[in-house]
């Protein structure tokens, strides 16, 4: 009998968002994803990638993805040197676990957060040690020094929508000795300050960026990470090969380029957000302030939210609802068009109004 691993074994695998059925028609405010296109020069890059038939695609990706890194470094004003590409930055969270965590080493984030660092915990053989946020996503203090190898935060962090202060990270990881802080900072755009020099700052720093959110390209896979460059080159030692593929590289450097396309994506999101935790909150629910493209809202129970989810799906609107500690009282509404956002409430202010 084929046997895995232990932990492999025991674990339980990431479940992603709900995914509707090809052809289904739904308001879909369930995994975050951007409700405006890309910017056009983004299918004008691959348009050219393709030219001649399609004739490139039988050569292999560039496996140091430079046009894409060398676009990051010149937005951002980071060396290229110490920037590396991800297939999203799922992938570079997974580098860093395989990276720096032995079995039986410490991986540690607070609770609740990205549900993948859990899993990758778990696929390491690692060690969890996971601290409650309160009631209002306050840093954990338990977090400072707590010895794990790999730290993770989310700023802003996800079900919540929370971001820390630069004084925080930075006393954050002052305080970890030989461990290394990852900011997870997929939704950062969307928030009114960044963390990206702490990675240039500090050694032990790195921060990760994904093209999902704020650039529209959550089906193209890409992220990147930060970071110093020991920590970089170390990292090359555990990358998939080609983990890019052609169209991937050139969707990313073009979009990364057209800085007023994605501004602008950027500005309406937000104006829709606080237009929609301005209604959630006026229809009595506990809004926690986000700095995300998201808003996590709390109803008076958990079946009432329960139900909330189940009420909406039945009208083609999708949300996320998770059953779990902490957050089962709760809804996550990503933040879609006007008009979605309309709907919503509609539906929302008929569920709550049936008492």
């Given at each position: 009998m084929v046997r895995f691993r232990p932990n492999i074994e025991a674990m339980v695998p990431y479940v992603p968002g709900e995914q509707p059925a090809p052809g289904t028609k739904v308001i879909k405010l369930n995994t975050n994803e951007n409700p405006y296109p890309p910017s056009p020069k983004v299918a004008a890059a691959?348009?050219?990638?393709?030219?001649?038939?399609?004739?490139?695609?039988?050569?292999?990706?560039?496996?140091?993805?430079l046009a894409l890194r060398q676009a990051a470094a010149d937005?951002?004003?980071?060396?290229?040197?110490?920037?590396?590409?991800?297939?999203?930055?799922?992938?570079?969270?997974?580098?860093?676990?395989?990276?720096?965590?032995?079995?039986?080493?410490?991986?540690?984030?607070?609770y609740p957060t990205y549900v993948l660092y859990e899993t990758l915990a778990h696929a390491q053989g690692a060690r969890i040690l996971a601290f409650d946020y309160d009631r209002d996503f306050n840093l954990p203090r338990q977090l400072f020094g707590c010895g794990a190898q790999l730290?993770?935060?989310?700023?802003?962090?996800?079900?919540?929508?929370?971001?820390?202060?630069?004084?925080?990270?930075?006393?954050?990881?002052?305080?970890?000795?030989?461990?290394?802080?990852?900011?997870?900072?997929?939704?950062?755009?969307?928030?009114?300050s960044d963390n990206l020099a702490l990675a240039k700052e500090l050694d032990n720093v790195?921060?990760?960026r994904t093209f999902?959110?704020?650039?529209?390209?959550?089906?193209m896979r890409l992220g990147l990470l930060y970071g110093?460059?020991?920590?970089?080159?170390?990292?090359?030692?555990?990358?998939?090969?080609?983990?890019?593929?052609?169209?991937?590289?050139?969707?990313?450097?073009?979009?990364?380029?057209?800085?007023?396309?994605?501004?602008?994506?950027?500005?309406k999101v937000r104006a829709t957000r606080e237009r929609l935790s301005g209604a959630l909150a006026a229809l009595g629910l506990d809004v926690v302030p986000s700095q995300s493209n998201?808003?996590?809202?709390?109803?008076?129970?958990?079946?009432?939210?329960?139900?909330?989810?189940?009420?909406?799906?039945?009208?083609?609107?999708?949300?996320?609802?998770?059953p779990a500690r902490l957050l089962d009282d709760g809804v996550r509404v990503s933040v879609g068009t006007d008009a979605e956002v309309d709907a919503l409430l509609a539906a929302l202010k008929e569920y709550l109004g049936r008492g």
């Open positions: 691959i348009q050219a990638e393709l030219a001649g038939g399609g004739e490139r695609l039988r050569l292999y990706s560039d496996p140091k993805a937005v951002f004003g980071f060396p290229m040197e110490q920037i590396l590409h991800g297939n999203g930055s799922d992938e570079l969270l997974a580098m860093l676990c395989r990276a720096f965590v032995g079995e039986g080493q410490a991986i540690a984030y607070s730290v993770f935060v989310a700023s802003p962090n996800s079900p919540s929508g929370t971001t820390y202060s630069r004084a925080q990270l930075t006393e954050l990881a002052r305080s970890l000795r030989d461990g290394v802080l990852a900011v997870d900072e997929a939704y950062v755009p969307f928030a009114d790195v921060v990760l999902s959110k704020s650039h529209s390209l959550a089906g110093s460059a020991r920590i970089v080159s170390g990292l090359w030692k555990v990358k998939d090969s080609y983990n890019l593929d052609r169209l991937a590289i050139v969707a990313g450097a073009a979009s990364l380029r057209d800085t007023a396309w994605t501004a602008a994506n950027v500005k998201f808003i996590f809202a709390r109803m008076k129970d958990a079946a009432t939210a329960a139900g909330a989810y189940r009420f909406l799906k039945e009208r083609g609107i999708l949300i996320r609802y998770f």
